[in-house]
């Protein structure tokens, strides 16, 4: 190997004493070299082994068109040495791209073989010079030689990769993860001073806000110069929402009391993670999720539906699974299920998702027809006159940077073909479960304006964040919402649970077990005490007027003077809000 690999392996083994430098090399001496190349799934990609002057042997790679999956095209090579649970290793590598169009490399270590557990899965952007990436992380499993596999998956569309320089060492267990270089995931736009921010809140402003005006007049009908006024929005009209359990709705003692606090302080909308999917409907009836849905707009909460259709065999209850034979009884169980279900929630529900995940999940449609799905819009409509019905989807917009891949093309399919038959489509769901690199605000306004142009509402529905790095997470939180605020068609967004003690992805989770914030749940609180609150404080003018911009929503508005104070409440929606009060004076 050249004389740049000797100098990464001597940096690290800098850092640990003891045994020989060849020990330490999980994929032998000279990996780049030995790496093994692999096109599958039909996907069209040519690799060639270089000798390039900067940096020695290197692959170049090009992949035509879009391969099935990122694992269609890859370079493997299996280990040559053992590896044991808690050792750390250290991945290095040097990549660049080709060419114009985006490029990525996934780097992975797993068992090589079912149920290939992985140890490291990381998403790289390359950019056309040379760079260095360092990958430190630590084995989860127990793995002689030869039983795990490094692999670089390349099955992107239409990239030119060059990778020189591999080489990834075993420092054991007793090297600290922290004390290695690393290389961090993190998206562009992400500086305090990016550009993109101030356009951002510039149209927050634009869309969001509305110019608020109070005229204080005496008991006399005269203008009133020098009170006190105050407005303070209490509810915005742009949806903050969380997915929540019905046992944690319904539920008694200090996590369930804990967990009302919270969503009642922080958010205006939910959605049932799982007590209105079909088969949980189908064991547990209708009742404590009824009750839920009560307590929650009591509470002033709107409630969205989740899901009627999610249409795979593994999501409808057992007895219509068994029905692929029989595609008039399974029809005729599906639009009683639909008409049950709308029909119970009737006009309770601002929102449906009729169909979920419909690129990965179509076994419905495989067995009833194309058809099928705007039938299932109709009889949903039919059963509830008043909820907005959507086509919800996973990773359009945490498609990783990546733009018109093939799940955002068949969404697109899918959304166009629903409305040219005519079905009442009335809202687009976009997921947003993010792991691996998160999408730049700029991007995600590429992808937000392309399904705008079907001119509907767009919600994010279940958003989560799992990167593995505090920071990234709390950062991201931030910019994600800022993001889709300063986009006019996005309605609202929704995370997909926000207590520890009650989430798919514990670590995604706002709060911790104890209800204190992670730093993510602080960068959310503290986005909506500071850069969303409207809290002004204003003394009226010569005229009696006193005026602000302020977020559209529910307002409290405060006037006092002389001695008198009059305190009301005001919606402030898409006209510009003015009021007069009276106030009694002495
Ligand atoms: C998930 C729930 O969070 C889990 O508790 C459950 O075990 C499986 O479903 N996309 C969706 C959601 O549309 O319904 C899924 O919710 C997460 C992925």
């Known amino acids: 190997m050249g004389r740049l690999m000797t100098t990464i392996a001597m940096v690290l083994m800098g850092a640990v004493s003891g045994a020989a430098q060849t020990d330490r090399h999980v994929l032998g001496p000279e990996p780049a070299a030995s790496l093994e190349f692999l096109a599958r799934d039909q996907a069209t990609a040519e690799a060639t082994l270089l000798d390039l002057a900067d940096v020695g042997p290197a692959w170049r790679v090009r992949v035509a068109g879009e391969p099935a999956s990122t694992w269609s095209v890859m370079l493997r090579r299996s280990s040559t040495l053992a590896v044991r649970a808690g050792d750390v290793l250290h991945l290095r590598l040097q990549a660049r791209r080709l060419g114009d169009a985006d490029a990525w490399i996934e780097a992975v270590f797993e068992r090589a073989g079912e149920p290939y557990e992985k140890s490291l899965v990381r998403q790289l952007l390359l950019t056309p010079s040379w760079q260095t990436f360092d990958l430190p992380f630590a084995a989860r499993h127990d793995l002689a030689a030869g039983e795990a596999q490094f692999t670089l998956r390349l ?118 993670e799982n007590d209105l999917k079909w088969p949980q409907l189908h064991d547990a009836g209708y009742d404590r999720t009824d009750k839920a ?13 989740h899901v009627l259709l999610w249409p795979s065999q593994r999501y409808v209850p057992r007895h219509v699974a068994a029905l692929e034979s029989d595609p008039s009884a399974l029809a005729a169980e599906i639009d009683r299920h639909l008409r049950r279900t709308a029909g119970f929630f009737n006009r309770r529900l601002v929102e449906w998702d009729v169909v979920n995940e419909p690129f990965a999940n179509h076994w419905l449609m495989d067995v009833l027809g194309p058809q099928a799905m705007p039938g299932w819009f109709a009889v949903a409509r039919q059963a509830d006159p008043a909820a907005r019905l959507f086509i919800n989807d996973y990773d359009i917009l945490a498609s990783g940077n990546r733009l018109d891949t093939a799940h955002q093309r068949h969404f697109h399919d899918a959304i166009r073909g629903l409305l040219d038959a005519g079905a009442p489509l009335g809202g687009i769901g976009m997921q947003g479960h993010f792991g691996g690199t998160p999408t730049d605000p700029e991007r995600l306004w590429i992808i937000l304006d392309r399904f705008a142009a079907f001119g509907l509402p767009i919600k994010v529905t279940e958003l989560d964040i799992e990167v593995g790095d505090d920071a990234l997470h709390a950062d991201y939180l931030r910019d994600f919402i800022i993001a889709c605020l300063a986009h006019p068609q996005v309605s609202g967004i929704l995370q997909w649970g926000f207590w520890e003690g009650r989430h798919w992805k514990p670590h995604a989770a706002l709060l911790r077990r104890d209800f204190t914030p992670r730093p993510a749940g602080q960068a959310f609180i503290d986005l909506l005490d500071g850069p969303l609150a409207t809290d002004v404080r204003l003394v009226s003018d010569a005229d009696g007027v006193a005026a602000a911009r302020g977020f559209k929503g529910a307002y409290e508005i405060t006037v006092r003077a002389g001695g008198g104070e009059v305190r009301l409440t005001a919606d402030v929606g898409d006209e510009p809000f003015a009021i007069d009060v009276g106030i009694p004076t002495p």
Not at 293 to 305: A, C, E, I, K, P
């Open 155 to 272: 099955g992107f569309p239409d990239q030119q990769v060059e990778i020189a320089a591999v080489s990834l060492l075993n420092l054991g267990p007793d090297v600290d993860l922290k004390s290695l270089p690393a290389t961090p995931v993190t998206y562009a736009g992400r500086a305090p001073d990016a550009p993109w921010r101030a356009r951002a809140w510039q149209r927050i402003d634009e869309h969001r806000k509305q110019g608020l005006r109070v005229r204080v007049v005496d008991a006399a009908g005269r203008p009133l110069p020098g009170a006190e006024v105050r407005l303070r929005l209490t509810r915005h009209a742009f949806r903050l929402g969380t997915a929540v359990t019905t046992g944690m709705i319904l539920g008694e003692g200090p996590d369930a009391e804990a967990y009302r606090a919270f969503l009642l302080r922080r958010f205006n909308e939910v959605v049932f």
């Open 293 to 305: 849905v009560q307590w929650l707009r009591d509470h002033g909460f709107t409630v969205r539906g």
